[in-house]
């Protein structure tokens, strides 16, 4: 599957609700969607204006058969660091900060 395909894959369920997130430490620091300090809309703006020079993906540090994909964007003049994986028919995010 390519980055156009994990893209439109991702703001479907950003735009569907379809949307967890993975218990960490510092969650209030690095995953503002999950503390509401980021709406799904831009987070789907956000990855949506990303180009496939901005993604790459690596195997879940706990689970290598997850794939974790991850964004590194400029939006607004802001650095983005967004990170998730999909388990049907979530996506479910690790991080999202700038």
């Known amino acids: 599957m390519g980055y156009r395909e994990i893209k439109r ?3 479907d369920c950003l735009k569907k609700g ?3 997130h993975e ?3 510092d969650i ?3 995953n503002l969607l999950a ?3 980021v709406s799904l809309e831009e987070v789907a703006e956000i990855i949506g204006r990303s180009r496939g020079t901005d993604y790459s ?3 879940h540090h706990s689970d290598a058969s997850v794939t974790v994909h991850i964004v590194k964007t400029m ?3 802001q650095s983005w660091y967004v990170k998730w994986y999909f ?3 979530n996506s479910v995010f690790i991080s999202v900060h700038h």
């Open 57 to 59: 993906f690596s195997p």
């Open 35 to 37: 503390i509401g300090q």
């Open 9 to 11: 894959q991702v703001i």
């Open 18 to 20: 379809c949307v967890s």
């Open 28 to 30: 209030d620091v690095k």
């Open 75 to 77: 939006q607004a003049g």
């Open 87 to 89: 388990v049907e028919p």
């Open 23 to 25: 218990q960490r430490n």
